[in-house]
Structure formats: C-alpha cells, structure tokens
C-alpha cells in the first residue's frame, strides 16, 4: 500500500494482510499435498474410514481456503483497506481450522503400534506446521494459537501412553516446538521489520517526491529569477521569472549562454566564487538578453554533487530596478525642486552645514549668494504662471553653465535662489573681489533675454552676499544673513548685489529674533490655541471651526500670525509648528467629543502651510497623528491655499485625493487670490472653497470686490461646493451673503476666534 493518504499504522496492516493472502495458495497446496502423501503412507495402519474422513475434511479446507483468497484477489483496494477486519478473521479462522485439522492427525492419523508411522505423523506435522509458522509468525498471537490447536494433541497423546519410548518423544516434540516457536517469532520480527522498512522507504520516497515537486513548483514560479550552472559557466536551466527579466519565451537562448558573456566583470567573478566554496554577491547594473538596463540583486551559491565536490553553483537574481527608482525619485523628490530640477532649500542647507564644518580645517572663505529675480511677480500676474514656470526653468538651466563641480546652485522658493561658493580665497578682500567677478559673471549670462512662447525676456538678479570662514554661525544664520543682504540690494536699486554687514538693518534682525524665538516657543509652552466658529448662514448654527494659533511672547508679548507664520514658512521652521498645532487640536477635539461637547460641530479647520504639504511623506506622518489620537478623520477640515496647489498641481491632486480616501475634508484658502482658479477647480476633490476676506470686508463699497465675491459664490454653485465668506464685520455684508446665497461664514460680526473651553459654552 503505497497511498500517503492513509495514516502510516493501517498502511503497515494492510501490507500484513496482503502477505497472508498472498502467501495463502502455497500454505493450502502445502496442506493438501501433506495431506495426500501422509495419507498414502497410513493406507495399512490405519482404519480407511479415519484417514477417509480426514482427507475429506482436508480437500474441503482446501477449496474453502481458495475460495477466499479468489475473492481477496477481486476485492479493489478501498474495499479492502475498508473491510480489513473482515479479511483478516477470516484468514485467522481458516489457519486456526488447518491447524485444528492438522492437530487431529493425533486422534485419527496416528497408530497405535508402529513406532515409524507414528515418527512420520511427526514429521509431516513438523514439516506442514514450520512451513505455516514461517508464514504467520508475523502476528504472535496467531502463531501462539496455531502452535497450540496443532502441536498440543500430539503432544498429550504421545504423554498419555503408558511407554516410556512415548513419554520421551513428547518432551522433544514439546522442546522441538519451542524452539520452533522461537524461531518463528525471530523470523516474525525480521518479517515485520521487513514490512515497516517498506513503508518507510515509501514514506521517504513519497516524501522525496514532495519535495521534489515542490522544488520544481519554487523554481519555476518563484518570484525572483533562479537559474544554475556548470563549471564551464554555462547556464543548464533558469526558471520563468529569469526569462521574463531577459525578454526571452524559450529557454533555448539562454541555455545556449555563456556567463562570461556578460557585459559586466564583475557579475562573472561573482559567479565564480563558488567554486572556491563561497557565496558570491552583487548589486548593480544588469543588461539584458533584450537590451534592456535593470538593477539588480544577484547571490551565488555552490552547487555540490554525491561525491562532495562543487559541480556548479544556483544564482538568484532579483530586479530591484523599481524599488532603485523609487528611492532615486524619493531622494529627488526630497532634496530636488520639482520644477526645475536642481537642488532645492533642504539640500542646500545640508551642504552648506557640511561646507561650515569642512572649513575647521580649510582657511580659505566661502560666500553664500542670495539671488531674487527682479519683478518676477508681475510677469506671473500679467501672463501667468506657466509662463513664470518656463522662466524658471530656463534661467535655472543657464546658471547651470557657469557652475563648477563642487559648487551649489538651489531654489529656496519661488523666485528666490541660492548660489553656495565653498572655497574662494583666504583674505577677505580677495574673495570679496572673486564673489563680484562671479555675479557679473551671471549678470553677463543673463544679458541675452530668455525665449518663453515666443516672447523675449530680460532677467536681472538682486543679490545679496554672506561670507563665512569659521563654523561658529549656523547654516540657518548664513542663509538669512544673505537674504537680509539681499532685501537690502532690492531696496537701493534692482539688478545689484550687497554685501552684508552687523549694521543691515534692525528689520532684519528682528526677523532673525523671531526666527530662533519660534523654536524656543513650540519648546516652552508660549503657543495656544483659539477656535473662530463658522456659522451656516441658513440656520444660523455654529457648523464648524477654523483652528489659529496665538503666540505670547515672553517678552514682546502677543505677535500676530501674520507676522511669524511667513517667517516660519521662509525658515522651514513651519513644519515643527504646524505638527505641534495639529497634535494640539487634535488632542482637543478629542476631548470635545469624548465629553459630547460638541452640539451642531461637524468638523473642525486646520490651515497647512504650502511647504509642509509638499513634504514627501506628509500623508503618511498626518495620517499616524490622527490615528495616534484616536480621532475620526471626518472631523477634520483640512484648508490650503489656492497658490500651494498651484505650485505641482498633480502631486497635490494625489495627496488630497488619498487623504480624501480617508475621511478628510479640504477647503481652498483665500480663493480668489491666485490666477488659474477655473483651470484646476474640477479636478480637485475639495468640497469648500473660502473667499478671502480681502474681497469681502468692502465688498459693499467697492463694486469690484462685490463682483468677485458674486462669482465665487456661483463658481461654488457649479461645481457643487460650499462657499465660506471670511472676514464678515458688519450686518450689511452679511445681508448680501444671505441674499447670494453664501452657505458659511466666519468674522467678527459672527464671533470672534475663542479657547476651545469658550467654544464650547457656545456650543450649548
């Protein structure tokens, strides 16, 4: 029984079983043959009816004993594993009826006078009795039972004789016995053990099978491309997924390949270790079979034959080209302008922080140019920033060829740009004289207009100038100071260049100040937050919320927004405050509806900075602080402005339209303010735009404003958005919102912005 199916014990005993069986035609021919000769041998001592009856009972055993191995022989194999306990009794009853048939030769085959027919009695019981003990010594208990019904009435009569040569006899038949007996159960043993073998070879083989299937199953469908080869290098097999990299259908290209054909040394001395009994290992450029450049993972193992000796080696071979790629892009991404492609704020300053720690042993000064393209601004509001875009791309791509190796050209945001020169000269006076002859450079540079959709335009640099020799100023401080230059160059004409000194204007230190006094107040506790509640202009109900953070200055007390948001946003320190304002609200929510406080509150607003949102991993890091809080995102409103989306359209697409996955909701900030407001508005998956309380706060003074406000309300109705009026001051201009039919608004007039421990009081 070779079916893996069945549990290994029933197995065993169907193999039991079929030994029996099978061994079952020579036992009965043995039998009946016996039989014939011993009756033959008793014709004269012995009564013909006796020997008559016996060989009838014989002849009859035997047919009845065919009988059932014919029908053994029919049954199929499920019949037979099912019925096993009814094959085996029947086996067991017909040995224990020739046993009993065969013990009966005491009563009706033995003589009573001949000492030599009683010694052939004998001997033709040994010699049927070994023969079937041969055979069931397999089963003890059955060969102990057969044993007894045919040896036991010999062995009695032969002691209830009243002769002593009888009594003798006995005590060596009985000894004779139980050495066959031993003998049997020996050979029994052997028998079983014969058998396990068998299904244990069968296991094995089975098992080998398996895994041999499974390995072909693993080779063929792996996920990675496997092949191996000889120790002439060349490839003898390879599975699916190594064909697929190569572009190949057939493996008979690729079996007819070389290793040492490969384009790359190194990938064939990698294949080569193994032959040293090493694992080899590569990482890097792969050309394919069909031309195609992959990047790959690829590892070596020996490959050893049955006699221990290295016959080849397995390769694995992994295409990482996508996961490559995304890194690549991830890493551009973060440190690369989308939009012009060279280094943006974040590397630069990474490299100006290396640049000021190199220069512990590098005597020479290095300079920091802060460059701002003159009048920029109106040629994004005259033609729009497509054209803006263009100019941007095309003077980043002219300054590149100036630049040297080791210097760092970057857009810090907008029109603004940075030029990092790490090594000029050890006086000052000389590198002050080598950082003019480089601005006149780009000046002369420049001095050809740029083509953008077939018109010219002249660009001119304001720049402003920082140098550095000693790492005791901050890479954030150099930065600034060369900015603050260069509002100081804007301010005396456009087109020149300023070197900064300690005396640049008090203005620009107080920027400085406040810089490093926004760190120490997201540290110490000096921010709040306060809540304006936006009312549905229909019902009157306060709906929702707009989050705004108030800063208490130790010292100079409250700052407004207005002054240190754009000041975050210029640092990059934006990013730290929004995360502390987020965890801020979020944690309040919480609580707001944790306690029900919340009344008619659906959601609450939180403003994102434009530099925050264009953060590679921004909706994964925002995502987890919602979860952290245990907050629902429905009960977060997310605003942007309409300028944040403009600056990579798609990628803000993708964010919102992931976050929106979620459950956030998104507003458009001061819409109305930018200049492609129609172009992108359906393909955002916002659900409110705000009008910007410029345009509100007078709208019913200046017809200009009126009309604006007049047309977003009806661009919302278009698309199907709710509209919120911000900076409602007076009961006429809410009367006209009402009649427009506004949905929201929020303003002094309604209320003013609140702690949200007085939000809730008006929430009841």
Not at 14 to 38: C, E
Not at 345 to 365: A, G, H, I, V
Not at 412 to 430: H, Q, T
Not at 595 to 611: C, F, Y
Request: net charge negative; charged share 25%.
């Amino acid at each position: 029984m070779d079916n893996q199916n069945i549990s290994f014990q029933n197995r065993l005993a169907y193999d039991k079983m079929s030994f029996y069986y099978l061994s079952l035609p020579v036992l009965l021919v043995g039998n009946l043959m016996g039989a014939f000769l011993l009756s033959a041998i008793q014709l004269d001592v012995v009564d013909s009816y006796s020997i008559i009856i016996w060989l009838s009972i014989s002849i009859v055993m035997f047919f009845y004993g065919m009988y059932h191995y014919m029908l053994f022989k029919k049954e199929d194999e499920e019949n037979k594993l099912k019925d096993a306990n009814i094959w085996l009794d029947r086996y067991y009853a017909d040995t224990l009826i020739n046993g009993i048939i065969w013990g009966s030769t005491a009563f009706l085959m033995f003589p009573e006078s001949s000492l030599m027919n009683q010694m052939l009695v004998i001997f033709f019981l040994f010699a049927v009795g070994f023969s079937a003990m041969g055979i069931l010594a397999s089963k003890k208990d059955l060969l102990i039972t057969y044993v007894s019904v045919m040896f036991l009435p010999i062995v009695l009569r032969l002691f209830f004789m009243e002769n002593q040569v009888s009594n003798n006899i006995g005590y060596i038949l009985l000894a004779l016995v139980l050495l066959m007996t031993i003998a049997s159960n020996y050979y029994g043993k052997v028998i079983n053990k014969g058998l396990m073998s068998r299904q244990d070879f069968v296991s094995i083989k089975h098992t080998h099978e398996k895994l041999k299937e499974r390995f072909f199953a693993l080779f063929e469908r792996a996920p990675v491309g496997i092949y191996y080869y000889n120790q002439d290098l060349e490839i003898e097999d390879a599975n699916e997924h190594f064909l697929h990299m190569n572009g190949q259908k057939t493996k008979n290209k690729l079996l007819e390949t070389k290793i040492n054909a490969f384009k790359s040394r190194q990938i064939a001395a990698v294949h080569k270790d193994v032959f040293n009994l090493k694992a080899g290992d590569y990482r890097g450029p792969y050309a394919a079979m069909d031309d195609t450049d992959l990047y790959v993972k690829l590892s070596t193992v020996p490959m050893i034959n049955a006699a221990g000796e290295v016959a080849g080696g397995i390769a694995i071979i992994n295409d990482i080209t996508s996961e490559v790629t995304a890194k690549e892009e991830m890493v551009r991404t973060a440190y690369y302008d989308f939009l012009t492609n060279i280094p943006n704020r974040t590397l630069l300053m990474d490299k100006l922080k290396f640049f000021l720690t190199d220069k512990k042993s590098d005597p020479r000064y290095g300079a920091l140019l802060f460059m701002d393209i003159d009048n920029f601004k109106k040629v994004n509001e005259t033609f729009g920033h497509d054209v803006g875009d263009k100019l941007l791309k095309q003077a980043s791509s002219r300054m590149a060829t100036v630049l040297n190796s080791d210097e760092v050209f970057a857009r810090v945001g907008g029109d603004k740009f940075a030029l990092l020169l790490p090594a000029l000269d050890k006086e000052k006076s000389d590198a002050e004289n080598s950082a003019k002859k480089y601005i006149q450079t780009i000046h002369d540079v420049f001095v050809e207009p740029l083509a953008v959709m077939g018109e010219e335009y002249h660009l001119s640099f304001s720049t402003g100038v920082v140098f550095f020799k000693d790492p005791e100023a901050s890479a954030f401080d150099i930065l600034k100071r060369s900015e603050t230059a260069m509002y100081e160059a804007k301010k005396s004409a456009r087109g020149t260049d300023m070197f900064y000194h300690e005396n640049m204007g008090a203005y620009a230190k107080e920027q400085l100040s406040l810089e490093n006094d926004i760190h120490r107040a997201i540290s110490n506790n000096e921010l709040s937050m306060v809540y304006q509640p936006q009312i549905d202009l229909t019902t009157d109900h306060i709906v929702s919320a707009e989050a705004l953070v108030r800063w208490k200055h130790p010292e100079k007390g409250f700052i407004s927004p207005t002054i240190f948001i754009p000041i975050a946003e210029e640092s990059g320190t934006i990013i730290k405050l929004e995360e502390w304002i987020f965890d801020t609200v979020f944690e309040e929510i919480k609580q707001l509806k944790n306690n029900g406080d919340e009344g008619t509150l659906k959601r609450v607003a939180v403003n994102l900075s434009t530099v925050h949102f264009m953060q590679p991993n921004f909706v994964e890091k925002f995502t987890l602080l919602v979860a952290k809080h245990k907050i629902e995102p429905r009960w977060v409103e997310i605003e942007i402005t309409e300028s944040g989306i403009m600056r990579n359209l798609d990628d803000a697409t993708k964010k919102i339209n992931e976050l929106k996955s979620f459950g956030f909701t998104f507003a458009i900030d001061d819409f109305g303010t930018g200049h492609s407001s129609l172009a992108y508005l359906k393909k955002l998956p916002v659900g409110m735009i705000k009008i910007d309380r410029s345009f509100v706060t007078n709208m019913h003074q200046d017809m200009g404003d009126t009309m604006i406000v007049e047309s977003v309300v009806s661009i919302g109705q278009n698309f199907n958005l709710q509209v919120l009026a911000e900076g409602v001051e007076d009961a006429v201009t809410l009367a006209y919102l009402k009649k427009i039919n506004c949905d929201l608004y929020q303003g002094r007039f309604g209320y003013h912005p609140v702690p949200i421990e007085d939000l809730v009081s008006l929430l009841k």
